[in-house]
């Protein structure tokens, strides 16, 4: 397969699943604003802080208002990880491989970029969850096409590989908005208003039902520990990367346990500390300095595929 060619297949998918989670991502705070004392303000800051690009928002917008994140996060095409600008990405991503991916493919991207692009002229805004939740069922949508329709190959595998590390990492981020937005004050620890937050972050991550099927009481430590170790639950950070290690096995042909480049060391090293962690660990450490090192080394996955599979070498001309 092309360099170019797989290159193009995991950007589609780590763009639309990054849509999905940056609706995830703001619909944690709008869920919650329902649920706060009378009096008291959500914080929307600190949801812009966990995406590493504060400087550039204050640059644009200055105050932190709610209109103002939102429009931000969604519909501003100068910001290159707002949901209009990954989704125009995947469009293009799209449409320069239409010989390699489905029909049905190119048009559920094409349809999802158009739902968000023409969003406020046609009102789909009034009810912003409503919004937010036709994003995720369009993510969702894609996803069920592409593995209904594309032949599970080698590119197959890379668009699995892109939507796996995509989703780890916004699993991270979405822990890590509990952290920094949800809990304004270490007085609440423990309330009830601590444990309606923790059930709104597990529903912003579609976690709750099968979190309570395996848990009957919601503690910070538990909900965590369903979001970052669970084997079963698809996104929880320990199966999303265990899975990406397969189809990373799957694509360089190397049995899983071993490894022939950076890249499967790498992930190999996050699966095999991710395959004997225990919560305990993740106390002990710190929870917010644990998932920001799990971004760190997410982000150096990436960087490793990139180098690994996408980067061109230049052609040395003999003198």
Same mark, same amino acid.
């Given at each position: ?11 589609? =998918?780590?763009?639309? &699943?990054r ?8 619909d944690v705070?709008l ?5 706060l004392p009378?009096g008291m +303000?959500?914080?929307?800051d600190?949801l812009?802080r966990?995406t590493?690009d504060?400087?550039?928002f ?9 209109e103002n994140?939102?429009?931000?996060l969604?519909?501003?095409s100068?910001?290159p990880?707002? $949901? $209009? ?5 995947a469009r293009?991503?799209?449409?320069s $491989?239409? &010989?390699v991916?489905?029909s ?6 094409n349809a ?5 692009? &023409?969003a406020? /002229?046609?009102g789909?805004l ?16 894609f996803a069920?096409?592409m ?10 595998h ?15 981020r979405i822990?890590?908005v509990?952290?920094f937005?949800?809990?304004p004050?270490?007085?609440?620890v ?6 309606? /937050?923790?059930?709104a ?7 709750y !039902?099968m ?5 009957r009481?919601i ?8 979001? $970052?170790? =669970? ?6 950070? #320990? ?6 290690? /397969?189809s990373?096995?799957?694509i ?7 490894w022939?480049?950076p ?14 962690? +225990? ?8 929870? #917010? ?7 760190? !080394?997410i ?11 996408f980067?061109v &070498? ?6």
């Open positions: 397969m092309l360099s170019r060619v797989a290159d193009s297949i995991y950007w589609l =998918n780590r763009y639309i &699943e849509a999905e989670n940056v609706a995830r991502f703001v705070n869920n919650l604003m329902l649920d009378e +303000t959500q914080q929307w600190p812009v966990t590493g504060l400087e550039f204050r640059d644009r917008y200055g105050e932190a208002t709610a994140v939102i429009r931000f969604t519909f501003d100068d910001y990880n707002s $949901i $209009i600008s990954v989704l125009q990405m293009e991503n799209a449409r $491989i239409r &010989e991916i489905s049905e493919m190119w048009e559920e991207v999802f970029y158009w739902m968000v692009k &023409e406020p /002229q046609t789909a009034g009810t912003l969850p409503d919004f937010f939740t036709r994003v995720k069922l369009s993510s969702h949508r069920g096409v593995d209904a329709t594309m032949t599970h190959n080698e590119g197959w890379f668009g699995q590989l892109g939507r796996l590390l995509e989703r780890a990492d916004k699993t991270t822990l890590d509990k952290y937005v949800l809990l004050s270490v007085e609440w423990g309330t009830p208003l601590d444990q309606i /937050q923790w059930m972050l597990l529903k912003s991550a579609s976690a !039902e979190y309570r099927k395996c848990q009481r503690t910070p430590n538990a909900v965590a520990e369903f979001l $970052i170790l =669970n084997r079963q639950f698809p996104r929880s950070i #320990h199966f999303c990367l265990g899975q990406a290690e /397969q990373l096995h799957q360089t042909s190397t049995p899983i346990g071993t022939c480049n890249t499967e060391r790498a992930l190999g090293r996050v699966c095999a500390q991710l395959g004997y962690l +225990t919560m305990e660990d993740v106390v002990e450490t710190g929870l #917010h300095e644990f998932l920001n090192q799990m971004q760190i !080394e982000n150096g996955v990436g960087d490793q595929i990139a180098a690994t599979f980067a &070498e230049p052609v040395a001309l003999n003198a």
